[in-house]
């Protein structure tokens, strides 16, 4: 499957104003990518066992891709075409991007996974009972889903009413504060928890993870629930293992 002697992702990223440029080839060894150098999150070239090549899908901002804007969609289908000859698996970095399939459907060569959405059907499939959409916006998700004809079995949970992770809808985030790695973590595990225990996930069947900052705390919600979880991040690495 590789295009080169060892495997190398393709990663579409957000457009935040913190990007340290356009495009860029990084190995797993690198720690620092365009931007994040925390470890865990998809923008930092550490987080994966191969390496990585990224680019920015300029026009695709937070509130641009949460709203699925013309702009957006064009800023992920320009960034995986532009990534397609130098990897062997093309991702984004945002679940929302989502809905550059409206463009990009049909017209790549390369394996695309544009979000843990794109594992809906599968988890459907899976179990004949409820499955959990965990997302960053719970009403972006239910809009970009509404047509699905599996809409009546999915519980959306949705976080961007937390004070940490609305703050991070900023493009300036990394600058203006309010968040920290450690607090987004916090607010996400004591809503699964409550959710899961006594909530609209306690009969879930599965978990479908939309937001791509939630795999990282994998570990924690494996602690709280053993249904099968369906995330870009694990899918990926065992894809290019």
């Known amino acids: 499957m590789t295009k080169g002697s060892v495997p190398t992702l393709g990663v579409a990223l957000m457009e935040y104003n913190d990007l340290t440029g356009d495009y860029g080839r990084f190995s797993q060894s690198d720690r620092v990518g365009l931007g994040s150098d925390f470890v865990g999150t998809f923008e930092c070239p550490a987080s994966w066992p191969f390496d990585t090549v990224y680019a920015v899908a300029r026009g695709g901002g937070p509130r641009e ?19 397609e000859s130098d990897a062997d698996l093309v991702i984004a970095n945002c679940g929302f991007f989502w809905c550059g399939w409206k463009l990009l459907r049909g017209s790549t ?14 988890a459907l499939s899976a179990t004949s009972g409820l499955i959990g959409v965990l997302t960053y916006s719970k009403p972006c998700v239910e809009a970009l889903l509404r047509d699905h004809p599996g809409i009546k079995r999915m519980r959306i949970v949705g976080f961007s009413d937390l004070p940490s992770w609305k703050a991070i809808e900023e493009p300036d985030c990394s600058k203006l504060g309010g968040w920290t790695y450690g607090s987004l973590r916090e607010e996400f595990v004591t809503r699964l928890e409550s959710e899961l225990s006594d909530g609209s996930l306690k009969d879930v069947r599965a978990l479908v993870i939309e937001c791509v900052g939630m795999p990282k705390w994998r570990s924690d919600i494996r602690k709280l629930t053993n249904v099968p979880v369906f995330d870009l991040m694990s899918i990926t690495k065992s894809l290019l293992a």
Not at 67 to 80: K, M
Not at 109 to 122: K, Q, Y
């Open 65 to 83: 891709t949460l709203a699925g804007a013309d702009s957006a969609v064009q800023g992920v289908t320009r960034a995986v075409h532009r990534l």
């Open 109 to 122: 060569e390369t394996p695309v996974l544009l979000s843990g959405l794109d594992f809906l059907d599968l």
